[in-house]
């Protein structure tokens, strides 16, 4: 089964709100060397919000985010026309937004789950989702640990 993230995951390892950063971080540590996967959409809905922060701010948190993104095999994918088909169809779906229809739509279709910190989705317990886990700081191996908190300059309101 693949394992997914959306946006709220990977942002949420700079939340405001510790024990979302410490799950979300957490996440990320456990699987450094597995692959997770990631919609383009989410990977830009990232983007769009480390854009808007200050150059700054930019500064601190894109060499943590850079290298994870070299050492962990996070897989970016695009929507194919069985996760459309699935987020229009699916009348379990209908009352979501479309970027979270998409979301658990190729989930769904791909019979994998998405680890997320969005109440929405959450709140679905017929959807294949979960928070991650909550457990004491585990830390990344160096020097991407000290890039890490680094970035911790840099805190972001993860929520939707």
């Not at 949420?12 to 699987?31: I, L, P, Q």
Request: with cysteine; glycine share 4%; hydrophobic share 35%.
């Amino acid at each position: 089964m693949t394992e997914y993230v959306d946006a709220s995951v990977f942002l949420g390892m700079h939340s405001m709100d510790e024990k979302t950063r410490v799950a979300c971080k957490n996440y990320f540590v456990r699987r450094l060397n597995n692959e997770v996967g990631m919609s383009f959409e989410q990977v830009g809905k990232c983007d769009d919000v480390v854009w808007g922060l200050s150059r700054k701010e930019q500064d601190v948190y894109y060499p943590f985010m850079d290298n994870l993104h070299t050492i962990m095999r996070i897989k970016r994918v695009a929507y194919d026309e069985k996760d459309v088909q699935e987020a229009m169809k699916n009348p379990s779906l209908q009352d979501l937004s479309i970027t979270d229809k998409l979301t658990i739509g190729m989930a769904i279709v791909r019979n994998g789950k998405l680890c997320t910190t969005n109440p929405s989705l959450l709140a679905r317990k017929d959807f294949p989702v979960y928070f991650p886990e909550l457990s004491e700081e585990l830390s990344f191996s160096q020097p991407l640990e000290e890039l890490y908190q680094k970035s911790l300059e840099v805190r972001i309101c993860t929520q939707e």
